[in-house]
């Protein structure tokens, strides 16, 4: 699973989603992509489920590249532990996606297979989000 | 060559946010026409028609022809502005054209016989380095799109810019280096599942 290998600080701040996003809205590498329609944050095994899903729908053909990024800790406190005494251990990782932003593109595969692939990833992840393609691709 | 388009606009009166913002509430979109020096004129243009034009996917590649009043001016669209969730065109930018003007266009490449290649039969995957590049030409001698033909190419051969045959008025903007375009690779998802299977049996 995505995760980085150095960071300065190990707990951060929940923090909220606001906006949408500034970059990454439209398509740089693929032909076909996965854009967020809704902001909220994205789990390491989120990402994972969903490239899992989109690679073995396209089996041997294409390329996948993953544009978001885990790197935001979340911590928790253990089951059956009183309030107070600090903040709980970071547990796993999460990347905020702001609405706009393209999660996944693919290429090398057809129209067909693409959206079909990136609705399978799609159903992996926790907003809701939309099949993208670039102007003059037939889809 | 390069398709020239007509599209009725109209003058706006008002600029700023507040009135593109009421302009788009009419389903039209706010645009601009500057360039060749002459004073810039914010225009609007019907946000359907502009929509299928801009899905055509050669939309900056072709001379759009604005019929303003009784006037016709003569543009290449330079640059649109896309709301970044919904993906609507909000803005297009068109560069007026004097008659002997030369352009900077990116131009899309369409790959052709992908099932005429070796290589992506036996699994490899196309990666596509380039999906445009930038050419200096004329107007009129604007190609919309450049076709390469992938047939014959085996995995880890790539395809370069030499191997495109442009019309002589037309030049590569980036003339100093023969850079790659496109490259037939192993699959990456292949070998990832390959490696996840050994794994498992392990």
Request: charged fraction near 25%.
């Amino acid at each position: 699973m995505l995760q980085p290998k150095r960071t300065k600080f190990r707990k951060q701040f929940k923090g909220r989603i606001h906006g949408v996003a500034k970059g990454g809205t439209s398509l740089n590498f693929g032909s076909f992509g996965l854009k967020a329609m809704e902001p909220e944050r994205v789990t390491a095994r989120q990402i994972e489920a969903a490239r899992r899903a989109i690679t073995r729908h396209m089996r041997r053909a294409g390329r996948v590249w993953i544009l978001i990024f885990p790197d935001v800790p979340v911590s928790k406190k253990p089951t059956e532990v009183r309030m107070g005494k600090g903040k709980g251990s970071p547990e796993f990782w999460v990347s905020k996606v702001k609405p706009g932003r393209i999660m996944f593109e693919i290429d090398g595969v057809s129209p067909d297979v693409a959206r079909e692939a990136l609705a399978l990833g799609a159903s992996k992840l926790p907003m809701k989000s939309r099949f993208v393609f670039r102007p003059g691709e037939q889809s | 060559m390069s398709n020239m388009t007509t599209i009725k606009v109209e003058l706006r009166t008002q600029v700023g946010k507040s009135a593109a913002r009421a302009t788009r509430r009419l389903n039209r979109v706010p645009a601009v026409i500057y360039g060749n020096d002459i004073a810039a004129k914010s225009i609007s243009l019907d946000s359907r028609e502009l929509k299928k034009l801009v899905g055509g996917g050669s939309f900056l590649t072709s001379i759009c022809l604005l019929k303003l009043g009784e006037n016709t001016i003569r543009t290449i669209p330079c640059d649109i502005h896309f709301d970044p969730v919904h993906d609507f065109v909000t803005h297009v930018d068109f560069l007026h054209l004097r008659k002997d003007a030369r352009v900077s266009v990116n131009v899309p490449i369409r790959f052709l016989n992908d099932q005429a290649s070796p290589g992506i039969k036996r699994g490899g995957a196309l990666n596509i380095v380039r999906h445009e590049i930038e050419l200096n030409c004329t107007p009129e001698n604007m190609p919309d799109h450049l076709d390469v033909d992938l047939t014959g190419l085996e995995i880890g051969d790539s395809v370069h810019v030499s191997s495109i045959t442009l019309s002589a008025d037309v030049k590569l903007t980036i003339s100093d280096r023969d850079f790659t375009i496109a490259t037939i690779t192993t699959p990456v998802g292949m070998s990832e599942d390959a490696q996840n299977k050994a794994n498992e049996e392990k």
